[in-house]
């Protein structure tokens, strides 16, 4: 479930490559669920609330990922709610062999926050059910810091950081897709709950850092307070059409309550997964490596033909942008 989503995606394509027959529910299709579809995986588009679909896509199956998550404006309870804790019943009257699903490490601190607060519930249906299971406590993505800090640098752009500086221990999410599938491949996993985060925790002037060091491009930041974000949930809270915007904004008390609450023991994990540390990408080889293939395609975009940057400033120019031509200095002078 949810395979157009983040680790959704890496989940599905690494099981492929793995020789696993995975299917795969979708809100609609893609260009994820096309690369999918050619390699082999069966795509089915629907709802997770309409049970015909449901069936038709778990029947057959004997594990069951949900990876599923809702949109920034649905409800909290239809998608993150209901139509999981249906999901259950459903693994639970097929009697699946393992169900693999995703939480929010330490989540017992933050029960006043609704997403959570559905995790926590959903977290008890799970190990009251008689579907064997494995939890998975997740912190954060590289892939989030990516779209956080790497592309606001690189289009010029303001990075919004908050004043508190909380480390995560964040991890990539391909890492996450490949201990995922060594859940159902282990005895040790059944019926467990584990912490899953990277080797280190970062604060966000750690990952500027290291973003301007990879990058040469010193980020113009923008520090908002705590204080800010709650005053703008606060005003969204007047307004009906906002109300699912609000309780989702609320994650900000995961910032405001306490500062050690997204950082993981790595030498557990390493343990428990009967892995070594060079197993895991680290973040500056990854941020290293991202922001090399960014500025490869710009220079292979921008060492053509004239002919084509001219034809290409005319695109530009059609669409109403103004083009301010800088003549090149002769260096000779």
Do not use: H
């Amino acid at each position: 479930m949810g395979a157009n989503g983040t680790l959704g995606f890496q989940i599905a394509l690494l099981g492929k490559n793995r020789k696993y027959r995975v299917t795969c529910l979708v809100r609609r299709y893609t260009r994820e669920t096309d690369m999918l579809t050619y390699e082999g995986a069966r795509i089915l588009c629907g709802d997770m609330m309409d049970i015909e679909v449901l069936l038709e896509s778990i029947f057959g199956s004997n594990v069951l990922i949900d990876a599923s998550t809702g949109r920034l404006f649905d409800p909290v309870e239809v998608v993150d709610y209901r139509a999981k804790l249906l999901l259950l019943r459903v693994a639970e009257t097929l009697k699946m062999d393992r169900f693999v699903f995703y939480s929010l490490v330490n989540a017992e601190a933050f029960t006043s926050i609704p997403l959570v607060e559905t995790k926590l519930y959903l977290e008890e249906a799970i190990k009251k059910s008689s579907v064997p299971y494995t939890i998975l406590r997740l912190t954060g993505f590289y892939q989030g810091i990516i779209k956080e800090y790497a592309i606001p640098m690189i289009d010029d752009e303001f990075v919004y950081v908050a004043n508190e500086n909380m480390p995560i221990s964040y991890i990539d999410c391909i890492d996450v897709a490949r201990l995922t599938l060594r859940t159902f491949t282990s005895q040790k996993m059944v019926n467990r709950t584990i912490d899953v985060g990277g080797l280190e925790p970062w604060t966000a002037n750690q990952i500027l850092a290291v973003c301007q060091e990879c990058s040469g491009i010193i980020p113009v930041v923008k520090r908002v307070p705590i204080l800010d974000i709650l005053i703008t949930r606060s005003i969204a809270s007047f307004f009906e059409s906002s109300w699912n915007l609000t309780r989702r904004l609320s994650l900000i008390d995961l910032i405001k309550e306490t500062n050690n609450t997204l950082v993981t023991d790595p030498k557990e994990l390493l343990e428990i997964f009967e892995i070594q540390e060079a197993e895991l990408r680290k973040l500056t080889p990854y941020l290293y490596y991202y922001f090399d293939r960014v500025f490869q395609t710009i220079m292979q975009k921008y060492t053509g033909n004239p002919e084509d940057d001219e034809k290409e400033l005319d695109e530009w120019r059609k669409k109403g942008v103004q083009i301010i031509d800088t003549p090149i200095e002769d260096e000779s002078n």
